[in-house]
């Protein structure tokens, strides 16, 4: 075989080389959007748990959690998902719903786009009136379903 064809060959593979990983980085996500593609994996394809929320800051939920008697201690970042959460953030503690991957039980969430494992907090007692969302839970019953009307059965 000529030389000039050898070249010619090997210029030829650098370059589709050369195209395959400048596709390969161009593609590649944001980390806002993989984020996202985490979350509403698990919401999909997670299992429910439950969990004990015990910070709440600007942006940040921290929480803990037991999966087959393995303690994790986990937080996440809430500050896309803000309007998942109620006006008043800081009054969220206790026990919470949350979602985990069954084959990593470490990557788990609370909130997603699609999901929210947040539990309405009470409302002080001079808090006055209640607000249309006190109305619609309250016909929700403690698994998030709602109340069947007993005329219909």
């Not at 195209?19 to 996202?36: F, G, H």
């Not at 809430?78 to 800081?90: G, K, N």
Request: glycine share 8%; charged share 20%.
């Amino acid at each position: 075989m000529p030389l000039s064809v050898i070249t010619g060959l090997a210029c030829l593979a650098g370059g589709g080389a050369l195209l395959a990983m400048w596709r390969a980085v161009r593609s590649r996500s944001s980390p806002e959007k993989r984020e996202q593609r985490r979350r509403l994996d698990i919401n999909l394809n997670g299992r429910l748990g439950d969990a004990l929320l015990t910070e709440c800051h600007e942006n940040t939920l921290y929480y803990t959690y037991e999966v087959r008697g393995v303690h994790y201690a986990a937080s996440q970042d809430i500050s896309v998902l803000r309007d998942q959460l109620p006006d008043t953030p800081e009054r969220l503690g206790g026990m919470v719903n949350m979602k985990y991957a069954a084959q990593n039980p470490a990557n788990s969430i609370l909130v997603c786009e699609e999901w929210s494992g947040l539990r309405a907090a009470p409302r002080p007692a001079d808090a006055g009136e209640p607000s249309a969302n006190d109305a619609a839970l309250a016909n929700i019953n403690g698994v998030g379903h709602q109340a069947q009307d007993s005329t219909l059965a």
